[in-house]
């Protein structure tokens, strides 16, 4: 039996035989000019937005342009299996949604209406530890997907364990501590609005809803939204972790940890020795260390460095099935989609997120099937050559 994710293309093209055209864009560019029209600017451009100049998107996506796949012909491509194996799960296809905070700035049902347009195609998502909807409710709108949580790692441990177990109890598979985001870069469209959402006390309900911060709040402080604005800056990013920390962490976790924001072989085996049981290869979509490689250019470097040992994962550029494809071909596990559901979920929230979805799941199937492959161990560097000069 087929995924069938392309079964999409024939339900929009019979809605053409009698006068329908789809009310949402097939693609990101579009969908994200719509998302323009429908937000306020400043969270238009905290989305938008990545670090100083914003070269590292722009190498973002020139990574992928240097990769081109070289399709086989003439094999048995009816029936295709996208599925992937992470940690005990089956996933219907090697994608999941990235964490993306402060969802409450895009749409009022958040990262609920997310995981829930998620969890009707089976797609894992990672919650934000800044998410403006909290780990348990988020857990029930996933349902019986997986999914898994994003640590910004807190300077004080209680906290720390606090929501690493609040995300255990409340069934979620995994946790990904982020390492790239320590402290916030220089982003110049946010500080034209002088914007940080955070600031103004939203993405803030994992911290709200949590004994262990609330325990530290000053109960006589004249200001309780203050109060707490104040606390979460004050232990939101720790510029003194290292990998020793990590190791202790991944001890103390009830969960199984995957890093992210690895781009340097090097850290990739200290990830390992630390004890990791994955990472993600991604600089965060560009919006943390301007100047930097594109992301797609480090994922080979990791793959033969740690590949054998544990999952290697992508993201930061990803936009279309064919992205998916070279990725899994370099030899990423699966990838994690970004900014393009975000701009769903702006423009129609949970269908939103759906709709990117299956756009991007049926061209990764027709990519695969007219490249030659049926299963994900098919896409491998062999169907993969370089185009310098693009
Ligand atoms: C608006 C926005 C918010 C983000 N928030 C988080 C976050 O809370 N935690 C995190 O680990 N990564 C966060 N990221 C990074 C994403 O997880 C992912 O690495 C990035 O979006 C990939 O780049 P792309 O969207 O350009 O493909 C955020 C990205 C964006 C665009």
């Known amino acids: 039996m087929s995924s069938g994710f392309n079964a999409f293309q024939y339900e929009i093209y019979l809605g053409g035989v009698v006068g329908e055209t789809p009310d949402l864009p097939m693609d990101e560019p579009t969908m994200r000019e719509r998302a323009r029209e429908v937000l306020p600017p400043e969270a238009f451009g ?58 409450g700035i895009l749409h009022d049902e958040a990262e609920v209406a997310t995981a829930r347009g998620a969890a009707t195609l089976g797609v894992p998502t990672v919650l934000s530890t800044v998410s403006s909807y909290t780990i348990e409710d988020v857990a029930e709108a996933a349902g019986d997907t997986p999914n898994w949580f994003q640590l910004y790692w807190p300077t004080e441990d209680a906290v720390t364990d606090s929501l690493l177990q609040r995300a255990a109890d409340a069934g979620y598979d995994a946790v990904v501590v982020t390492m790239d985001t320590r402290m916030l870069a220089w982003r110049p469209r946010d500080l034209h609005a002088a914007y940080l959402p955070f600031l103004h006390g939203k993405g803030l309900a994992n911290y709200r809803s949590d004994p262990a911060f609330t325990a530290g709040l000053d109960e006589n402080a004249e200001d309780p939204e203050q109060a707490i604005i104040m606390r979460w800056a004050s232990i939101f990013g720790d510029p003194t972790q290292t990998w020793s920390m990590l190791a202790d962490l991944v001890q103390r976790s009830p969960l199984p940890v995957l890093v992210k924001g690895v781009q340097h072989p090097d850290d990739a085996r200290l990830a390992v020795d630390a004890g ?39 993201d930061s550029g990803v936009r279309t099935g064919a992205d998916i494809a070279v990725a899994v071909a370099l030899g990423a596990r699966a990838v994690l989609l970004g900014r393009p559901y975000a701009w769903g979920l702006a423009v129609a929230g949970a269908d939103g997120v759906r709709h990117v979805l299956r756009c991007i799941l049926a061209d990764f199937e027709l990519t695969m099937a007219l490249s030659g492959a049926t299963t994900c161990a098919e896409l491998d560097r062999d169907l993969l050559v370089r185009d310098e000069g693009a």
Do not use: K
């Open 276 to 314: 990791v049981s994955g990472m993600v290869v991604s600089n965060h979509g560009g919006r943390q260390v301007d100047g930097a490689m594109g992301a797609l250019e480090a994922l080979p470097g990791v793959v033969d460095e740690v590949g054998d040992e544990v999952p290697v994962l992508f």
């Open 46 to 103: 905290y989305v938008a937005g990545s670090a100083s100049s914003e070269s590292t998107e722009a190498a973002n996506r020139r990574a992928f342009d240097r990769w081109r796949l070289r399709p086989r012909m003439l094999t048995d491509v009816d029936t295709r299996d996208l599925s992937v194996e992470l940690f005990g799960r089956t996933l219907p296809a090697p994608l999941l949604l990235a964490p993306i905070g402060v969802q």
